[in-house]
């Protein structure tokens, strides 16, 4: 027997066995999630809760703006443009 005889059934073997462990993993994978509605109960929860504390923000951020006053400047200055101007006083 020449080893050339082997090929083909080596092939169909090596894609049996990758198409079994793909397939164990996502068979143990969906066994550790039993649960899976309550997961999704609990995830509504969650959202609603953040969409109700997203609301309350969004309302006290409306009435406390804090960059209201920066919004009136004429003129904004950075710290570099401080320092270059007090470089300039002392010159």
Excluded: H
């Excluded at 198409?19 to 609990?42: D, H, M, Q, R």
């Excluded at 969409?51 to 004429?74: C, H, L, P």
């Amino acid at each position: 027997m020449d080893s050339r005889d082997y090929v083909g059934i080596s092939y169909v073997v090596k894609w049996l066995v990758y198409v079994c462990i793909t397939g164990a993993f996502y068979w143990l994978n969906t066994l550790g999630e039993p649960s899976s509605k309550s997961a999704e109960n609990e995830e509504k929860i969650y959202t609603m809760q953040s969409n109700n504390r997203r609301s309350e923000k969004q309302a006290t951020v409306e009435t406390t703006d804090v960059f209201d006053s920066i919004r009136k400047k004429g003129r904004l200055r950075s710290r570099a443009d401080v320092q270059m101007a007090e470089q300039k006083r002392n010159k």
